[in-house]
């Protein structure tokens, strides 16, 4: 049941985009079409299943028995970094459209902060393995749940008549802003 709740919890109550503030450079950067925003959303979620699992062994296996776990900031965006290259490598061999369509926003994911508080969060709450897997893979779908949803919403204001000042960057505020008040609405779902 608890992992339920975390599952739920990671990708709507705590919403890591729309309620935490973690991960806007890539949430804004990538949003602008429905195609590169489900794949940024498809390779967040691997970069964070994959992150979980090397950072709860790491830190379980190394870092605590060791009396190091004052590093694990250090080691756990050391790890990060060399998964997204791994991931970055195989996308480029393997999709190379879609590789080309993340441009720079691909290799941003190591910056992600998103994956680093997945991370830390497992860490500080003190999940075991399977709650901060559950928690993790909540976060993520999280994320791109948020991400599909805004760039469906900035589709459609492309095709509407938007007054000179709110276009761009102001209307994608407003957008993200009016989507964590929805988000809200979720809070009292689970306490």
């Known amino acids: ?17 729309l309620s935490r503030f973690l991960g806007l450079c890539s949430f804004v950067g990538v949003s602008k079409k429905k ?20 950072a709860s062994v790491v830190y379980a296996c190394i870092l605590k028995p060791l009396g190091i776990d004052y590093l694990q900031t250090i ?28 441009g720079i926003f691909l290799p941003l994911i190591t910056t992600n902060c998103a994956v680093l508080g ?3 969060d497992n860490v ?7 709650e901060g897997l559950a928690w993790g893979v909540g976060t993520a779908v999280g994320y791109a749940i948020a991400i599909v949803i805004l760039a469906g919403i900035r589709e459609r204001c492309e095709e509407n008549d938007i007054p000179k000042y709110f276009q761009g ?10 989507m964590a008040i929805a988000f809200t609405g979720f809070s009292g779902m689970i306490t």
């Open 1 to 17: 049941m608890k992992v339920l709740l975390l599952l739920i919890s990671g990708a709507l109550v705590n919403n890591v985009v």
């Open 35 to 54: 195609d590169t925003s489900t794949g940024m959303g498809g390779a967040v979620i691997f970069t964070i299943f994959l992150a979980t699992i090397l």
């Open 75 to 102: 080691v756990f965006i050391l790890l990060i970094a060399s998964l997204v290259q791994f991931i970055e490598m195989f996308m480029k061999k393997s999709m190379p459209s879609l590789h080309a369509a993340l």
């Open 118 to 120: 997945v991370a830390l």
């Open 124 to 130: 500080q709450k003190e999940y075991n393995f399977i």
């Open 169 to 178: 960057l102001p209307i994608v505020l407003i957008s993200a802003g009016l």
